[in-house]
């Protein structure tokens, strides 16, 4: 089934909204966090997270190391 125009002006407007609300965040948390608690180079992260919702995901899921207690 494929979807009307409408609906992908939807899909596209959200997917754009939603990456517009996520990179600001991203990009925050790279520049709080030191080298230690980041897997791999920030300048991949700052790329990668902050212009694709599936590298925003990854970064949160996997690019963060777990907080030491």
């Known amino acids: 089934m ?3 125009k409408k609906q992908k002006a939807i899909l596209t407007t959200s997917a754009l909204v939603a990456q517009a609300a996520v990179a600001p965040v991203i990009l925050r948390d790279l520049q709080t966090r030191s ?5 791999g180079p920030r300048t991949l992260w700052r790329l990668w ?3 694709n ?3 925003a995901a ?3 899921f996997y690019g963060r190391k777990p907080a030491s207690a």
């Not at 080298?35 to 897997?39: A, G, M, T, V």
Request: glycine letters at 12%; charged letters at 25%.
């Open 2 to 4: 494929a979807l009307t």
């Open 53 to 55: 919702l599936l590298g």
């Open 58 to 60: 990854v970064y949160w």
């Open 49 to 51: 997270g902050s212009t």
């Open 35 to 39: 080298d230690d608690e980041i897997r």
